[in-house]
């Protein structure tokens, strides 16, 4: 049995940020670190088991925007260690957010950034991500990727647990105003820590499954894709339009 990998140090972390960041010069696709972590934190509670490697082309794009093939392994190194952290967590039978084998995501502190912008180029508050934001959007960018393997037939009574558990990242990733009421009486630590409990039942529900029957992956034809125009003729992806949380049938 493979060793564990080490968790990063805040050097490591340091180094992952200026990859990503010199990765973004080249494709402005390439996710931040959140969102990677986002993106990282989808694949360890999801319903089959991926490498890094194997997921790349979901994260950055068919072919990724690496200098040369020291800046991939680089990346893979520091990432796929990212990733064995994540899952770590994510396994981890925990129940406060406070325990120390609990998930602490890698979450960007955007008022300081904000607060070291020039002040020409800052913007109104409102304009920067709020907290877990950009972390939810990686997130749901995963599931997006795998919509398949994520899917139950159509009648599966746990459909209504995943969409109720993905509604709460789609709700951090959500500007506040298309929030549901009782959404927004919450506080940015309230909707972050729910939808890090989600993250936890994710991995229950896929790995309760896992054991007892393989996961049914037949699309629901009623259904729009998250991804796909809505039906009521918005123009509007349906998951920001009758899809999103809190919206009417």
């Known amino acids: 049995m493979a060793a564990p990998s080490a968790?990063?140090?805040?050097a490591d972390l340091d180094r992952l940020e200026q990859l990503l960041s010199s990765m973004a010069e080249r494709d402005e696709a390439v996710p931040d670190l959140e969102q990677l972590d986002g993106f990282l934190t989808a694949l360890a509670c999801g319903p089959r088991r991926m490498t890094l490697e194997d997921?790349?082309?979901?994260?950055?794009g068919e072919t990724p925007a690496f200098a040369?093939?020291?800046?991939?392994?680089?990346?893979?190194d520091l990432a796929g260690r990212r990733a064995s952290e994540v899952l770590r967590a994510i396994d981890a039978p925990v129940q406060r957010?406070?325990?120390?084998?609990?998930?602490?995501?890698?979450?960007?502190?955007?008022?300081a950034v904000r607060e070291h912008t020039p002040q020409a180029e800052?913007?109104?508050?409102?304009?920067?991500?709020?907290?877990?934001?950009?972390?939810?959007?990686?997130?749901?960018?995963?599931?997006?990727?795998?919509?398949?393997d994520w899917l139950l037939e159509a009648?599966?009574?746990?459909?209504?647990?995943?969409?109720?558990?993905?509604?709460?990242?789609?709700?951090?990733?959500?500007?506040?105003?298309?929030?549901?009421p009782e959404a927004r009486a919450m506080t940015p630590d309230e909707r972050l820590a729910d939808a890090l409990w989600a993250a936890y039942d994710l991995r229950d529900f896929w790995r309760e499954r896992a054991s007892r029957q393989p996961v049914a992956t037949v699309?629901?034809?009623?259904?729009?894709?998250?991804?796909?125009?809505?039906?009521?003729?918005?123009?509007?992806?349906?998951?920001?339009?009758?899809?999103?949380?809190?919206?009417?049938?």
């Open 68 to 76: 040369d093939l020291a800046q991939r392994q680089a990346f893979l």
């Open 122 to 148: 800052r913007g109104a508050p409102e304009d920067w991500p709020r907290l877990g934001a950009v972390w939810a959007g990686g997130f749901l960018q995963c599931v997006d990727a795998f919509e398949d």
């Open 97 to 111: 957010l406070d325990d120390e084998r609990a998930l602490s995501p890698l979450l960007t502190d955007w008022e």
């Open 55 to 60: 997921a790349l082309p979901a994260l950055l």
């Open 219 to 249: 699309r629901k034809a009623a259904e729009p894709g998250r991804n796909d125009p809505c039906p009521c003729g918005s123009g509007k992806k349906y998951k920001k339009c009758h899809g999103a949380p809190g919206a009417a049938a």
């Open 155 to 180: 009648d599966d009574p746990g459909n209504e647990f995943v969409d109720g558990c993905l509604q709460l990242f789609e709700i951090l990733a959500s500007d506040e105003a298309e929030m549901p």
């Open 7 to 10: 968790p990063l140090t805040e």
